[in-house]
């Protein structure tokens, strides 16, 4: 059979199970979630085969965008009950054709068992977890993000994902010449398993049906891809980031779900980036908590306003760090010296901010708005003084100068006067940025207790109400912005200065 017979096959088939599921539920008055894990099951199993049938990837590019759109209708408008219904709302089912798309995009030329196994754990592995987690009477429950998880779910996912990827590795890799030694395999199973399962424990919303096989898929890809020296290092730098993620979370510098993604950051930057990327990257987390944990006494009431607290969590991690871990995912991937300046200005950016907050509040100086340049309450957001500003251009420098001792021969051309200016600027810049949007459009409340203005969702033990700014763009998403906008800033100063 032809690519497009296959798909048309598949098509059919796929949909025909999505009906059946719908009248299954309806007949046998079964529990959706009992009949949306069985369609999951078979359409990961059933997927897992297409690198044996398909010659090209773009009838299954196709399929899959198809369904990408479908399962996103059918979750907003509550369609396919059979498939989509759940206790809870997910984005599942159109995560799933997505991590496909992207797999074989990614895998498709080079590696696919890498996509046979990703998919074979996305619908067997992530199952297990599931299953044994809800049929354990007591389960050890914990909250890394916003949907609770179990230990024996966790365990769960760990070991099937285990079994699979060894399975697969040892049985298909010969199949498409990939075969390597059973001792490498293990290790490589071990290591991918591990990240499947925290990709799984960090998910909101069914986004574990994305963060799972492609946490999973880039482990393989560099044992399958890399020589063995980059399979130690990134061995050695996941042990040191679990090391370093076990310290701040016991320092109380980070709760449970800031820990585990200090683990998961701290891998791709200490396993791919070497010392030139660690150094800097510790220099601001290490020196922004102690900063933080110093001047909590002489914080407490602006405490009341602030969301963010000196012990960072998930979304804080993710929001000061994540756009520093994709830059040093990019320059694995191609090399390109310049990354290492924009992921310094990334850097730089959220040091600043740190610093400027935090010192600017010490100082005891009246704050202003950056807007209109008034006097504002200390504490509001977007109010800036010019101790804050000195603060933040000290932090940023302490980036650029961490960046210029730790850059090594890799990186030695590119320093100079000119470019630790570049770095202090867009830290500098940055932090502004940060500073504007929490004065135009990050989101404000009131509480309607005591009538305080508050970034807090909850305050006095009530929800509070807003008064300001955008609901979604709360600290966590400004302090994204902020990181981003610094590597732009940088990016422009590099290009034209």
């Known amino acids: ?31 959706p979630e009992v009949t949306r894990k069985s369609v999951h099951v078979i359409t ?47 984005y599942g089912t159109v995560f799933f054709p997505l991590a496909f798309i992207v797999l074989l995009y990614w895998q498709w030329e080079s590696h696919p068992v890498v996509i046979i196994v990703a998919m074979l754990v996305l ?42 990827v060894l399975a697969g590795l040892l049985a298909l890799g010969p199949r498409f010449d990939e075969a390597i030694p059973v001792w490498t395999a293990v290790w490589a199973s071990l290591l991918a398993a591990l990240f499947a399962t925290v990709g799984e424990a960090i998910s909101v919303s069914g986004s574990d049906n994305l963060t799972s096989p492609l946490a999973l898929a880039f482990v393989l890809d560099l044992f399958l891809s890399y020589p063995r020296s980059e399979m130690v290092s990134f061995t ?26 200090t683990f998961v950051l701290g891998s791709v930057v200490f396993g791919l980036g070497g010392w030139s990327f660690t150094v800097p990257i510790l220099t601001f987390f290490i020196l922004s908590s102690l900063l933080s944990k110093v001047g909590r006494r002489r914080r407490d009431p602006v405490l009341d306003v602030f969301e963010k607290h000196s012990t960072r969590g998930l ?26 300046v924009l992921y310094l200005a990334s850097l730089a950016a959220v040091t600043a901010d740190t610093w400027g907050a935090e010192l600017g509040v010490l100082s005891g100086l009246k704050p202003r708005s950056v807007v209109s340049w ?6 509001t957001s977007g109010g800036v003084t010019v101790a804050g500003i000195l603060g933040g251009l000290l932090g940023a420098l302490v980036i650029g100068l961490s960046g210029w001792l730790s850059a090594g021969q890799q990186f030695a051309s590119l320093w100079g006067a000119r470019l630790l200016g570049i770095v202090m600027a867009a830290g500098l810049l940055g932090s502004l940025v940060d500073s504007f949007l ?9 509480c309607v ?21 955008f609901l979604w763009m709360n600290n966590d998403v400004v302090n994204g912005f902020c990181a981003f906008s610094g590597v732009l800033f940088a990016w422009f100063l590099i290009h034209s200065v």
């Open 1 to 31: 059979m032809s690519d497009w017979a296959y798909f048309g096959l598949f098509f059919v088939v796929l949909f025909a199970l999505v009906g059946a599921a719908d009248l299954v539920r309806r007949a046998l008055h079964w529990p």
């Open 44 to 90: 990961a199993v059933l997927v897992a085969t297409t690198p044996f049938l398909f010659h090209s990837r773009t009838p299954l590019v196709v399929l899959a965008g198809i369904f990408v759109v479908v399962n996103y209708i059918g979750v907003r408008f509550r369609l396919f009950q059979g498939m989509h219904g759940t206790e809870r709302e997910t």
């Open 123 to 164: 619908g067997l592995a992530d199952t297990a977890a599931a299953l044994v987690g809800e049929g354990t009477r007591r389960p050890h429950s914990f909250h890394l993000a916003r949907e609770p998880k179990s230990l024996e779910g966790s365990a769960a996912m760990f070991v099937a994902s285990f079994v699979i």
């Open 236 to 261: 050695v730098g996941t042990a040191f980031a679990l090391i370093v993620a076990a310290l701040s979370y016991k320092a109380l510098f980070l709760n449970a779900g800031g820990a585990v993604l």
């Open 315 to 340: 979304a804080q991690v993710l929001a000061n760090g994540g756009v520093a871990g994709v830059l040093v995912l990019i320059w694995f991937y191609t090399c390109l010296p310049e990354l290492y």
């Open 374 to 379: 008034q006097p504002v309450a200390i504490g």
């Open 438 to 446: 929490g004065a135009t459009v990050q989101a404000q409340h009131r």
């Open 449 to 469: 207790k005591c009538g305080k203005v508050t970034e807090k969702l909850i305050h006095c033990g009530v929800a509070t109400e807003p008064v300001r700014g």
